[in-house]
Each structure stands twice: as C-alpha cells, then as structure tokens.
C-alpha cells in the first residue's frame, strides 16, 4: 500500500501563486507515475499534471494550465510538488495528488487539499 499526504492548499487572489506538495511513503517502488487532479463542485475530477518515475520524468500538462503551473518530484524525499503560478479563479477546486501502481490496486489517491483563487 502506498499513502499520500497533501499539503499547501489555502486562499489566493487571481495571479498569485501556490505550491502543492504530496508525500509518498508505504510501498512506492511500483509506482510508475505521479499526478495531480482536480475536482469543483459539480464537476468531475480532472487531470491537471502527470510526471514518470522514471528516468527523465517525463510531464503532461492539461491544456488549461500549461504555462502557468509546474509539477516536478523529489525522489530523495519521495514528493511531488504542483507550482502553480498566475492563478485564475476557475482553478479553485480540491487538488488530489495521485500515483499509479504497475501492481494492483491500480492507483492509489490522497485525502485532497481546498484551493480557492479569489478574484
């Protein structure tokens, strides 16, 4: 089993800046990815960013924050941060930090973190 823990939400006005971090521990040497999500009232959860463990750590951005918003991982520390830059108030939403497993389960999700971008 893997755990993760979220860290960093709050209250911003529209421009500011926030960082996300998520702490893995239990069994992570499985994990082949790492990923945020995000989730307003009413609508589904959606991905924002998504990086590799491997070598590389190759990224994919949602089109809505590309630019504006940087996922990277510490491995020494095993985090993932979400810099997230030039926040606009459609970006208010519950962040979950996510990692897929090469095993089963299949992915493992954390507790979530309240973003809110005030105008």
């Known amino acids: 089993q893997v755990q993760l823990v979220e860290s960093g939400g709050g209250l911003v006005q529209a421009g500011g800046s926030l960082r996300l971090s998520c702490a893995a521990s239990?069994?992570?040497?499985?994990?082949?990815?790492f990923g945020w999500y995000r989730q307003a009232p009413g609508n589904q959860r959606g991905l924002v960013a998504v990086?590799?463990?491997?070598?590389?750590?190759?990224?994919y951005y949602a089109a809505s924050v590309k630019g504006r918003f940087t996922i990277s991982r510490d491995n020494a520390k095993n985090t993932v941060n979400l810099q997230m830059n030039s926040l606009k108030p459609e970006d208010t939403a519950v962040y979950y930090c996510?990692?897929?497993?090469?095993?089963?389960?299949?992915?493992?999700w954390g507790q979530g973190t309240q973003v809110t971008v005030s105008s």
């Open positions: 996510n990692a897929a497993n090469r095993g089963s389960p299949s992915q493992f």
């Open positions: 239990g069994s992570t040497s499985g994990l082949i990815s």
């Open positions: 990086i590799s463990t491997s070598p590389g750590s190759s990224t």
